[in-house]
């Protein structure tokens, strides 16, 4: 559901009445005390209410301290409550995974967890291609600057956007038939990405079959560059990842690139979407109309 399993964290998923999982929010857990975290939550359950229709929600700790999980576990009920919403289960645990015990704390109920990598959800995002990754530490290696440090080429001038859009694409289907990028692909796919229009272009292809191909080229990108080039690939990374619904590693990247450039309009909007629990089909449909807009002016097929 996260992309990778949770540590100290605090865990509300908002159900409608079939019992479906229609909006999920975790935060560390540490992040609970902060009133504009909870803030946060709550905004996030009240778009969940508006939008899918919210008939209760289940929070769980998990934490490797029992009274402090148990503390911030009420906390976050308390606030759940407070704003009207009905917490149906709250229950804490000391980590995620198979054996581990954890406890219901309104009706004292205990048990312990089945094997969570063979859970339905797990099996689904596997299905899809995505992975789960051990922690978010984990998570947050796959972004990490590799050490190669490879700069960006020149940003194309428009009389050579075409040229380096099929740049993109020829390095987009590298990586889907499992093949490395060449560093000189890499150079130019971070350079094309400095245009404003091929970085249009780039955002559009998460609303397709090439999205997961698409997130492991500029992740790869993001990895083996540096400067504006890298910058650049995260941004695009965190609106492809956005897209695709894998908002973990969408919050990692936004982080990445706040770091280095706090002002980033893409990002910054993206990060206030995320905040507040916009839904990744709504950031999905303003990103793929501004691709299919781009393409016209090009005079260009949209490929997504």
């Not at 229709?53 to 700790?61: E, M, Q, R, W």
């Not at 645990?93 to 959800?121: F, K, M, S, Y």
Request: proline letters at 4%.
């Amino acid at each position: 559901m996260f992309g990778f399993v949770p540590e100290e964290s605090i865990i509300a998923a908002a159900l409608n009445e079939e019992s479906r999982v229609v909006c999920t929010y975790r935060l560390d857990i540490h992040l609970i005390d902060d009133p504009e975290r909870r803030h946060q939550l709550v905004n996030t359950l009240a778009r969940a209410a508006t939008v899918d229709g919210l008939d209760s929600v289940v929070v769980v700790a998990v934490g490797t301290e029992v009274d402090a999980r148990q503390a911030r576990l009420s906390r976050a009920v308390e606030t759940i409550e407070q704003h009207g919403y009905p917490v149906k289960m709250a229950a804490h645990i000391a980590a995620v995974g198979e054996g581990e015990l954890w406890c219901e704390t309104r009706t004292g109920t205990t048990g312990l967890l089945e094997d969570p990598a063979v859970h339905e959800l797990a099996v689904v995002r596997a299905v899809e291609g995505g992975t789960v990754a051990p922690s978010r530490d984990e998570l947050t290696r796959t972004l990490a600057a590799s050490g190669e440090g490879l700069d960006a080429d020149a940003r194309p001038d428009d009389e050579d956007i075409l040229a380096a859009v099929m740049v993109m694409y020829d390095a987009v289907d590298t990586c889907a038939a499992g093949k490395p990028v060449d560093s000189s692909d890499v150079q130019a796919v971070a350079g094309a990405i400095l245009n404003p229009k091929v970085r249009d272009l780039a955002l559009g292809m998460g609303s397709g079959d090439r999205s997961h191909a698409a997130i492991d080229l500029f992740a790869d990108v993001a990895r083996r560059t540096r400067g504006q080039g890298r910058v650049e690939a995260l941004a695009v990374v965190a609106a492809l990842t956005y897209m695709t619904g894998n908002g973990p590693l969408a919050g990692i990247a936004i982080a990445m690139v706040k770091r280095r450039n706090p002002l980033h309009r893409l990002v910054d909007l993206l990060d206030i979407a995320l905040q507040n629990g916009i839904q990744p089909s709504q950031i999905n449909e303003v990103l793929t109309a501004g691709a299919t807009q781009t393409a016209a002016q090009l005079g260009i097929d949209f490929i997504s």
